[in-house]
């Protein structure tokens, strides 16, 4: 039995030049309009599509672009692509690792990027729709701070300046404030007031 392997045409580009010609010839005999040009910009963007439907799909697109062409040149209007240019869903993110490391970090860019928007556990919580202590253990345990702000020993301490912070346990929703002075004004020198460990459970102050 004799079996033929047809690659795809996405692997085989070198020869898309002849069946341009050819798709262009025979849309112009059917519609009945003198063979037009392609534009080298048009060449181009035929060339650099990843053509899922193949050769039947270049066949129908140049069909088209032959029918809205005025001037006897197919431009690069002309070639109507249904996701070219368009940016893939998980762009540059990385897929390296396993499921659990794939969520990880995809859930932490979601955290890092809103939390800017939303200042709060609660706010952020409500945005997406989970319990504000949900958030609040998600933001200590991928030690995502905004500047001042770090997580010591199970606390969530945020600093303002000319030692004054104020602090809470992670998850909970009433702040206490406290004036350190200026010499408690980092992790280390904080913990033996809040009767915690000096070095950070997660993360650390940016």
């Not at 181009?44 to 005025?70: I, K, M």
């Not at 897929?95 to 939303?118: D, N, P, Q, S």
């Not at 609660?122 to 729709?129: E, H, V």
């Given at each position: 039995?004799?079996?033929?392997?047809?690659?795809?045409?996405?692997?085989?580009?070198?020869?898309?030049?002849?069946?341009?010609?050819?798709?262009?010839?025979?849309?112009?005999?059917?519609?009945?309009?003198?063979?037009?040009?392609?534009?080298?910009?048009?060449?181009?963007?035929?060339?650099?599509?990843?053509?899922?439907?193949?050769?039947?799909?270049?066949?129908?697109?140049?069909?088209?672009?032959?029918?809205?062409?005025?001037?006897?040149?197919?431009?690069?209007?002309?070639?109507?692509?249904?996701?070219?240019?368009?940016?893939?869903?998980?762009?540059?993110?990385?897929?390296?690792?396993?499921?659990?490391?794939?969520?990880?970090?995809?859930?932490?860019?979601?955290?890092?990027?809103?939390?800017?928007?939303?200042?709060?556990?609660?706010?952020?919580?409500?945005?997406?729709?989970?319990?504000?202590?949900?958030?609040?253990?998600?933001?200590?345990?991928?030690?995502?701070?905004?500047?001042?702000?770090?997580?010591?020993?199970?606390?969530?301490?945020?600093?303002?300046?000319?030692?004054?912070?104020?602090?809470r346990p992670c998850g909970g929703s009433l702040w206490k404030s406290r004036n350190a002075g200026p010499a408690q004004s980092n992790q280390r020198a904080l913990a033996p007031t809040l009767g915690t460990s000096p070095k950070p459970a997660f993360g650390q102050r940016v």
């Open positions: 039995m004799l079996s033929l392997h047809i690659p795809p045409l996405r692997e085989c580009l070198d020869g898309l030049a002849p069946l341009v010609e050819h798709f262009l010839d025979q849309a112009s005999r059917q519609i009945g309009c003198p063979l037009p040009t392609l534009a080298p910009a048009a060449m181009d963007r035929l060339a650099h599509y990843h053509w899922p439907g193949n050769v039947r799909q270049l066949e129908n697109v140049l069909f088209q672009a032959v029918s809205l062409c005025e001037g006897g040149v197919v431009k690069v209007e002309h070639i109507r692509l249904p996701d070219y240019g368009v940016r893939q869903p998980l762009g540059d993110f990385s897929l390296e690792g396993g499921l659990e490391a794939i969520v990880g970090r995809f859930e932490k860019a979601v955290l890092e990027a809103l939390y800017v928007e939303h200042s709060s556990s609660r706010q952020l919580g409500k945005r997406l729709g989970v319990s504000h202590t949900t958030i609040a253990n998600k933001l200590r345990d991928y030690g995502v701070v905004k500047g001042g702000e770090w997580f010591l020993g199970g606390v969530h301490i945020r600093f303002s300046g000319h030692g004054d912070w104020r602090f």
